[in-house]
């Protein structure tokens, strides 16, 4: 006959107290759906963090909800591109999350930033300025000469979409793993795992991309903002404009007549819209033109957020690429 062994009530208490407790996951709060798609894949299996951007809504027109400032004012950790990207998170960033670290990724070290490009039609030259990692650091790629006008710039020159370079994911990853360990060192384990499993996707993902793009490489299009500044530059592509210098700002006629001319003289195969903004503007621009219209998502308007958002995300911009240019 089995036995079954019994302890008294006090020597169960006793294991029970001795037994290590589970270390509570830090309260992390992100911005956006693909940085936060990021953090997300850092934290697998030990918390969630909370996203403040959700669904389809732009951080270029974004208010904050109360729930927004609830969630700050009890974060140990918040991670947010800077105040260019979201603006509407500037000021609660310092009257809310007063306890929280703030990972400010337009300031750290180790990302590649590169201009922001001005006017509606640009030049091919225009692809080539970027800033070195965190020091904002003008360089032109190719050239050893400094430009004249200094080499110190303000965020508001420098193109914010900084996760659509592979080469940064790797750095936002690191940078999060870092900052999680630092603020719970009981998981630093579990973060570095994930890290080093998510690096392996990005690098895997990156080969991807590349091989997918060879076709399209070089083929003039259009935008509807820059956002894709990082994209292109990593994977050879050529944009020639943006229909708008920002989302939430409409073109004026004289910009609306210089792109279509610019997309008539390189004979432009596409011009794309975005998920949240007027679609009725791409057809105005490419009427009368040979260019195709397409739909450019830089941010997962319409994924699920989660760790799968960011692989998600660059797919779909390949593959929305591909189709309109004519791959």
């Known amino acids: ?20 407790a589970l270390a509570d996951a830090p309260k992390v709060v992100v911005s956006i759906k693909p940085v936060h798609s990021l953090v997300a894949s850092v934290m697998q299996g030990v918390g ?13 027109t974004y208010t904050l909800k109360p729930s927004d400032a609830k969630s700050l004012s009890t974060a140990d950790l918040v991670v947010w591109v800077g105040p260019e990207m979201e603006g509407f998170l500037e000021k609660p960033l310092s009257s809310n999350a007063r306890k929280a670290k703030i990972l400010t990724l337009m300031d750290a070290q180790g990302l590649r930033l590169l201009d922001a490009r001005e006017g509606g039609a640009w030049e091919s030259h225009d ?5 070195k990692g965190g020091e904002h650091k003008h360089e032109a790629k190719g050239h050893d000469a400094k430009h004249g006008h200094g080499d110190e710039h303000d965020h508001d020159e420098v193109n914010t979409h900084i996760w659509l370079d592979p080469a940064n994911a790797r750095r936002i990853v690191t940078l999060t793993a870092e900052a999680l360990t630092a603020k719970d060192p009981a998981n630093a384990e579990a973060y570095r795992t994930n890290a080093d499993k998510t690096l392996g996707s990005i690098d895997a993902l ?14 003039p299009f259009v935008v509807f903002h820059d956002a894709y500044q990082y994209f292109e530059d990593h994977y050879n592509l050529s944009a020639v404009g943006s229909i708008t210098v920002s989302p939430d700002r409409r073109p004026s006629a004289k910009r609306l007549s210089a792109i279509r001319a610019k997309i008539a003289g390189l004979d432009a195969a ?8 007027e679609p009725a503007l791409v057809r105005t621009v490419a009427e009368g033109t040979k260019a195709k ?3 450019l998502d830089p941010e997962g308007a319409d994924l699920a957020e989660g760790p799968a958002l960011y692989p998600t995300l660059m797919r779909n911009l ?9 791959a």
């Open 318 to 326: 390949a593959a929305s690429l591909r189709a309109c240019l004519g």
């Open 270 to 277: 596409c011009v794309f819209a975005e998920p949240q903004f």
């Open 1 to 20: 006959m089995r036995r079954i062994a019994c302890f008294p009530a006090a020597a169960v208490t006793l294991m029970l107290a001795a037994a290590p």
């Open 293 to 295: 219209t397409g739909v």
């Open 206 to 219: 990156d080969a991807e991309l590349k091989a997918a793009l060879v076709p399209v490489a070089g083929k």
């Open 48 to 60: 969630e963090p909370a996203l403040l951007v959700r669904g389809g809504a732009s951080p270029h």
């Open 127 to 131: 692809h080539g300025h970027e800033h």
